[in-house]
């Protein structure tokens, strides 16, 4: 049912029915109805149940769980359902809201992980100790264009399209500029 052994530590037991909801540590409660004559009986009260459909930033979807109403206030508290996930107790959360907080973080994890790789990306375009200008990197960008025309998406694959224009233009010895090898592809090619 879950990914590791270590993580299954987080969990509590709450009752049956708190497993397959956020709960937000409400439990069945037991007491006794006392009439006027004093004659006990045994009774429980539920929790306040709602099914409601709260919006993930991180999974970038809704999410259609069974909430209390004292989860629902933690959770407008906390800002959203993904903090109340990932800064919510384990013991507080059930064996639903664990497998939610499971998918919050890799989600999470892996969104973090595409931001640093945009990030690395638009740094080195425009930082100003970069290599690569922005007219350049434009340039570049079409020299991938016609790398990827080659189907070989490689460095290797680019010193080939050199080659390849070197020889049609008859030069021997030296290769074409990145400029002189994306006129020629124009010119040949129409890209």
Do not use: C
Not at 171 to 179: G, I, M, N, V, Y
């Amino acid at each position: 049912m879950f990914g590791t052994l270590a993580r299954l530590g987080e969990f509590s037991q709450p009752f049956k029915q708190a497993q397959f909801g956020l709960f937000g540590g409400k439990t069945k409660q037991y007491g006794n109805n006392v009439p006027f004559s004093k004659h006990k009986t045994r009774r429980s009260w539920l929790p306040n149940v709602q099914r409601k459909s709260l919006p993930s930033d991180a999974l970038g979807q809704k999410m259609r769980v069974k909430v209390t109403t004292r989860a629902l206030r933690t959770i407008k508290k906390y800002g959203g359902v993904d903090n109340y996930l990932t800064k919510t107790p384990a013991h507080k959360l059930s064996h639903e809201g664990m497998k939610l907080r499971l998918k919050v973080k890799d989600a999470l994890k892996e969104n973090e992980a595409k931001k640093k790789l945009v990030s690395e990306g638009t740094q080195e375009a425009t930082s100003p100790s970069s290599v690569w200008s922005l007219r350049s990197s434009a340039l570049h960008y079409q020299v991938k264009k016609v790398v990827t025309l080659l189907e070989e998406p490689t460095l290797e694959g680019a010193r080939k399209a050199r080659r390849q224009v070197a020889t049609a233009m008859g030069l021997r010895k030296t290769l074409p500029s990145a400029k002189e090898t994306m006129q020629y592809f124009v010119e040949q090619r129409q890209l």
